[in-house]
């Protein structure tokens, strides 16, 4: 069988891509599908951790569930925001957003 | 394999609180949708009316104790006081709310209300939370109804500026915490937090490498939390999102968010990992990471407000500055014999904390004017001859902000330096206490502008409207109350005991 | 792992690489026997009906937007229906009632929906 390790070495590197993403992509829409590479990572961790520990409670299978359905949540609410934003700018790029100065 | 619970382990009464404000929440959107828009002006009534249920509910049953729920949801002082905080906070900003959306002519969006009491439930979840699936679900729930308030004055480009950054890094933040939970699941077999408990004090003991996989899942929860609650370097979206959020959702959000956040990372890291303690070291391992983490907010917090011009700003950095403080309280709950100290103060810290900051935005709301501007330091020169009342009770929320004794402000201080200096963090103690003469220099700025400069403070509400006027009223007496009579916040603290001993674990508690 | 498995999984393996001959061989054959005489309207891009008129980065109507948004939420919600109807059997009567629970929430979420005109196409 697939060793554990490999499975949380997959998460770790979906998980660092999405994080690459969220920090060097500059379009909205871009940044917000890196933050679900970085939930779905967690969610093969979770399985993972389920399946080679704790199989006969269904605590991981079901806190997978709840993070993919959080997920879509937050991503309606931001799509529509992004969605307000562009109709008002022509423009999703996160530096064009720069009326509030850090 | 599966076993369901029953309708005794469900065991709705002790939830009652959280569950009522839901079940009024989820109510209230049917009930807005059928109103005809003549009626509008009810449902912030209906909410408030909600929430005020709820907050009695809370002080009601303040010491029962009980599990709700399988042991998701856990109902003690702590929880209670943890609602009493964020419910008083939600009822003062719908007071806010109504005058604000009325001024800006957004009186008929009545889903204000609906979304402030999702978000509201979403940080009772947070201080009830007894599983980390809890926390989660509830911290999303906390999050996405803010992330709409705060684009809420649409087509402001200030406000959806706000929104679609908090947004992002909202989001971003809330990876971070599921990954941490991953980390603690893997490592412990579970998400229970009296699970989590006993996992680790067994992975410390054995030494074995799932210690790795916690210290991990702790980093990344206490990074993810501290971009709720603006520590900084995790503080970054603060100033920017307070400045464009409407005025009553950035009040809630500086008080509500702060309460909510914190619970869930004292109950995390006080219930689920205070056995967290590494060889030879006294305290558990995340307390030293808080230390420096509160140090490093409470320095950048108040020096970078000393050199902000706009009111919501400075606001915002000095909110930074306060998390700052309750972070040392939670930095000295990681010694085991200071635990419950260090989580009380911290409450006390938040309930004072909550009086004080909506009485200060309470008046912001009241100087600002209707297309958004007013906000200015400036703004305030010569407000005492035109005002007098407004600046008395501005310089009293200052005050208390900046922790003058006879001020609420001045009791939270009190508690959290005790805290830290019985938790042996003296250099962290006196960091907050230097770093505290530097805030009275900014809090100080507006005093003297009212009092001592002459100008036209030119208000945005030429009277004040009875709503606004009771949200500063009940301010302003609860940072009395608490300021003069001290006692009555260690009445309601010493009953909050999260802190988890051998002798509750072995009686299956 | 004896015989039996393996042929299981041979066959797993003849299926592959079946269904990665059928589309190569035919397109393969196009290109080895077809004549090739091109002219400008053979090379042109294949499209169904009329030529488009104008930049294809039009405004949708927002109404699309809204539909989508709350075709997302819904059909997200089914994830928890899967787990319940997989696992029914052994819950009874109590599960029942939770799920109803569950769809009378969601069925408000859609009065909401409907009450405020988010599902008129107009």
Not at chain 2, 126 to 145: C, H, K, Q, R, T
Not at chain 2, 472 to 482: C, E, N
């Amino acid at each position: 069988m697939v060793p554990l390790w490999m499975f949380l070495t997959v998460g770790a590197i979906l998980f660092a891509i999405g994080l690459f993403g969220v920090l060097a992509r500059r379009n909205a829409v871009a940044i917000l599908m890196s933050v679900e590479l970085m939930l779905n990572a967690v969610n093969i961790n979770l399985v993972a951790f389920w399946r080679f520990q704790t199989v006969d409670t269904m605590m991981g299978q079901a806190f997978a569930a709840f993070v993919f359905v959080v997920a879509a949540a937050e991503t309606a609410v931001g799509l529509a925001l992004i969605v307000a934003i562009y109709r008002r700018r022509q423009s999703v790029a996160v530096e064009d957003v720069n009326l509030l100065k850090w | 394999m599966i076993q369901m619970p029953t309708l005794e382990s469900l065991n709705f009464g002790v939830a009652f609180p959280a569950l009522s404000l839901v079940i009024g929440a989820v109510l209230l959107l049917v009930v807005d949708v059928f109103l005809p828009e003549r009626r509008k002006g009810l449902v912030p009534w209906l909410a408030l009316l909600g929430v005020l249920v709820s907050l009695a509910v809370s002080m009601i049953n303040y010491n029962e104790v009980g599990e709700a729920f399988s042991g998701m949801f856990i109902a003690d002082p702590f929880t209670s006081l943890v609602n009493i905080i964020v419910l008083i906070s939600a009822a003062l900003s719908i007071l806010l709310a109504m005058d604000y959306l009325r001024r800006t002519e957004m009186e008929h969006r009545s889903d204000y209300y609906l979304l402030l009491l999702f978000t509201t439930s979403g940080m009772l979840f947070m201080g009830a939370a007894n599983d980390l699936i809890v926390v989660f679900v509830a911290l999303e729930l906390l999050s996405i109804p803010l992330y709409v308030l705060s684009g809420f004055r649409r087509p402001n480009l200030k406000s959806e500026e706000a929104a679609l950054k908090y947004f992002l890094l909202g989001a971003f933040a809330s990876g971070f915490l599921v990954f941490g939970i991953a980390m603690i699941y893997g490592a412990t077999g579970t998400t229970n937090l009296p699970g989590v408990w006993a996992g680790t004090a067994a992975i410390v003991e054995s030494a074995s490498p799932s210690l790795y996989l916690l210290l991990l899942g702790v980093g990344l929860i206490v990074v993810s939390l501290g971009f709720k609650v603006a520590a900084v370097p995790f503080h970054m979206w603060t100033p920017d999102v307070y400045e464009g959020a409407p005025t009553p959702v950035t009040a809630f959000m500086s008080v509500g968010t702060k309460a909510g956040s914190f619970a869930a990372l004292l109950r995390i890291l006080v219930v689920g990992l205070p056995t967290l303690i590494l060889t030879g070291a006294t305290s558990a391992a995340w307390a030293n990471t808080l230390a420096i983490l509160a140090a490093l907010t409470m320095i950048l917090g108040n020096f970078v407000a000393l050199r902000q011009m706009n009111i919501k700003r400075m606001l915002a950095y000095s909110s930074i500055a306060h998390a700052g403080y309750i972070l040392m309280a939670v930095a000295a709950a990681g010694d085991p014999a200071v635990g419950n100290q260090g989580v009380q103060a911290a409450l006390i810290y938040l309930l004072t904390y909550a009086f004080t900051n909506l009485g200060a935005f309470a008046i912001v709301i009241a100087l600002e004017r209707n297309d958004g501007t007013g906000g200015q330091l400036d703004d305030f020169r010569g407000l005492a001859s035109q005002r007098p009342v407004l600046a008395l009770l501005m310089t009293f929320f200052m005050l208390s902000l900046t922790g003058i004794p006879l001020t609420a402000g001045f009791i939270g201080k009190w508690y959290v330096f005790l805290s830290a200096i019985n938790a042996g963090l003296v250099l962290l103690a006196v960091i907050g206490a230097v770093t505290s003469v530097v805030a009275a220099f900014y809090y100080i700025r507006i005093i003297v502008r009212m009092y001592l400069q002459e100008g036209d403070a030119n208000i945005g509400t030429s009277r004040l409207s009875y709503t606004l006027g009771a949200a500063i009223l009940v301010a302003g007496l609860g940072t009395l109350i608490f300021g003069v009579l001290p006692f009555l916040v260690a009445d309601l603290t010493q009953g909050v005991q999260i802190v988890r001993t051998i002798a509750q674990i072995a009686g299956g508690g | 792992m004896d015989l039996m498995d393996l042929n299981e999984w041979a066959f797993i393996g003849v299926f592959l690489v079946i269904a990665a001959l059928l589309p190569i061989v035919p397109i393969a054959m196009g290109r080895l026997l077809g004549p090739r005489k091109p002219n400008p309207v053979k090379t042109d891009t294949y499209e169904c009906g009329i030529e488009t008129v104008g930049d294809t980065w039009i405004q949708f109507k927002i109404q699309y937007y809204i539909f989508a948004l709350v075709f997302l939420a819904f059909d997200v919600e089914a994830v928890f229906l899967f787990p319940w109807a997989v696992a029914y059997g052994g819950l009874g009567f109590f599960a029942f009632v939770e799920i109803l629970i569950f769809l009378a929430l969601l069925s408000l979420a859609l009065i909401y929906v409907w009450r405020k005109g988010a599902l008129k196409w107009t």
